[in-house]
């Protein structure tokens, strides 16, 4: 069955990074890009950008180009996220999520809580 | 500001049929198909409708979902219990650099 798994909780200091992981189990790895996802407490859902596992291609929203960068390590098929220069607005609930192409995005990792606090 | 525009609750009594609107426009849903995810309390979203009114296997048919023009409404009929969760409606969007938009949630509480 199709699983992501996400990296336990995190608790970081303002201007610290977070690297978020996300291993995939289940389906070909290589053939479904693969979403991430961040949910302020008590928010709603906010699309950051999706990686292309089989190239490594990436595309980024606007409001975090340049903070973050999302990886891939096709040996394990695990999928990355790293969020630099965190503040107290980022902290949330990480998810990442697989894109099915015709069903859009249908698997959803567990999702990742990350604290951000001096 | 989410892209997509939902109520932000709605309710209903045990057996009711509830249903849940999402505008959007003509670069999201105007143009693109509509998914619909239910969140649990603490929970990872979980794909209820894809394609605007498709069901993927294991969603019960009580949980239906329409499209026309701009917007998007998802329905549940024989509401239960189990069925208070937040709803989120999802498409693509074909103007903004950010290519998956999110409405910004409906919370269903069953009364």
């Known amino acids: 069955q199709v699983q992501l798994v996400q990296s336990g909780a995190e608790v970081k200091k303002p201007g610290a990074s977070v690297k978020v992981s996300c291993k995939t189990s289940?389906?070909?790895?290589?053939?479904?890009?693969i979403h991430w996802v961040r949910q302020a407490p008590g928010q709603g859902l906010e699309w950051m950008g999706w990686?292309?596992?089989?190239?490594?291609?990436?595309n980024y929203a606007q409001k975090f180009q340049g903070r973050v960068t999302m990886t891939r390590d096709m040996s394990i098929t695990t999928a990355y996220m790293e969020v630099t220069r965190l503040t107290s607005d980022d902290t949330a609930v990480f998810f990442c999520?697989?894109?099915?192409?015709?069903?859009?995005?249908?698997?959803w990792g567990q999702g990742t809580l990350v604290t951000v606090s001096s | 500001q989410s892209v997509l525009t939902q109520p932000p609750s709605a309710s209903g009594t045990p057996g009711q049929r509830v249903t849940i609107s999402c505008s959007g426009s003509?670069?999201?849903?105007?143009?693109?198909?509509v998914n619909w995810y239910q969140q649990l309390p603490g929970m990872a979203p979980k794909l209820l409708i894809y394609?605007?009114?498709q069901r993927p296997s294991g969603v019960p048919d009580r949980f239906s979902g329409s499209k026309s023009g701009t917007s998007a409404s998802l329905a549940i009929s024989g509401l239960q219990s189990d069925d208070e969760a937040d709803y989120y409606c999802?498409?693509?969007?074909?103007?903004?650099?950010?290519?998956?938009?999110f409405g910004g949630g409906t919370k269903l509480t069953v009364l």
């Open positions: 990686i292309n596992p089989n190239t490594g291609a990436t």
């Open positions: 999520a697989r894109d099915e192409g015709g069903r859009g995005i249908d698997y």
């Open positions: 999802a498409a693509w969007d074909n103007s903004l650099n950010a290519p998956w938009v």
């Open positions: 003509s670069s999201n849903i105007g143009t693109n198909t």
């Open positions: 394609k605007n009114n």
């Open positions: 289940g389906y070909t790895f290589i053939a479904y890009y």
